[in-house]
């Protein structure tokens, strides 16, 4: 039998949060608490985002003991912010494990809005140049802008930080970065965060720049081999599996701005330093000539070792008595 006995709304300061997990029992049978789910409430309780009542459940047992079956990371999180909260407390009364399995299964069944719930959202502020752009490629776009180094701050690398509120104020507020992360949507050599990150930095860094050097990279035939941006994309396309770890994610944007750099100012690619992280420098040296495409040169070969169909050798003619032809 369940029973609910009391219902009440009231403010939890931090110690009182702290008593409250040290007095009941947690659910044994409750999912593991995730540690990284209470650093993101404590985070929004820090900035004053935390908006809506935690939801905080507990379970009498006839024994006399109680548990939480509902609002650990909650409370968790009003302790390590140090930041009180207000909370919906409900205590039932059960029979045994049962009833608590029953109330646990129950609990938390909100549908929390997504982050494509929240661009959809957002679009009705954003400028009508950005309001046509599919919602998933918005949210990667802000995060990408709100996580690329400026002047005042190093580069971030954890997006799950990025909330999707602001990733929403990022692309309105700088429409241009967005729209040139747009240009190369769709090349998959280029679609990763920290390459889109080393994009946004060089593109506040170098503007109209910025675009001839990630279109060599992206296309580089008609560049020479020791060009940094024919560099870039072999180191790329060697590196497409690359670990989503910080560490590696630092490197793959450190690297593209090491090669963006060594473009801007003429220089050569400086060596990769995973205790230094590059600012995108402003261009200072001339943008490198592309390779000329060079015609074929003309081949001379025996026309009876010639062989019909081969290339680049085209036989203009088979006669015996004719030791050699001459082909374009």
Not at 183 to 196: A, E, T, V
Request: a positive charge.
């Amino acid at each position: 039998m369940i029973n609910l006995v009391e219902r009440r709304l009231l403010t939890i300061k931090p110690q009182e949060a702290a008593k409250m997990i040290a007095e009941h029992n947690a659910y044994t049978n409750q999912r593991p608490l995730r540690d990284g789910h209470v650093r993101y409430l404590a985070r929004k309780m820090e900035e004053n985002r935390f908006f809506q009542e935690a939801q905080i459940a507990f379970a009498r047992l006839p024994d006399g003991s109680s548990t939480i079956l509902n609002g650990q990371h909650s409370l968790r999180g009003c302790v390590r912010s140090g930041v009180p909260i207000d909370a919906s407390i409900r205590v039932f009364e059960c029979g045994g494990e049962a009833d608590l399995l029953i109330l646990y299964s129950e609990m938390d069944q909100g549908l929390r809005r997504s982050l494509a719930d929240v661009i959809r959202a957002g679009r009705s502020i954003m400028p009508p140049s950005l309001q046509d752009l599919p919602i998933g490629v918005l949210g990667q776009y802000g995060a990408a802008i709100l996580m690329a180094s400026r002047d005042d701050r190093p580069a971030a690398y954890q997006s799950r930080a990025i909330f999707p509120q602001n990733r929403v104020a990022a692309v309105c507020a700088n429409p241009e970065e967005a729209l040139f992360l747009h240009h190369y949507n769709g090349l998959m050599l280029l679609n990763r965060i920290p390459i889109r990150m080393a994009m946004v930095a060089s593109f506040r860094a170098g503007g109209d720049r910025a675009r001839i050097f990630w279109d060599g990279v992206a296309d580089p035939d008609r560049i020479p081999a020791n060009d940094p941006r024919s560099r870039l994309n072999h180191e790329l396309i060697g590196k497409r599996k690359i670990s989503t770890s910080a560490v590696k994610v630092r490197e793959l944007y450190s690297r593209c701005l090491d090669h963006w750099n060594a473009h801007a100012t003429g220089s050569e690619v400086a060596p990769y330093d995973g205790n230094r992280q590059p600012v995108a420098m402003k261009p200072s040296a001339p943008i490198p000539l592309l390779a000329t495409v060079s015609p074929m040169p003309s081949k001379v070969i025996p026309a009876n070792q010639a062989k019909p169909g081969s290339w680049p050798m085209t036989v203009l003619s088979n006669v015996p008595d004719k030791p050699a032809v001459t082909t374009a």
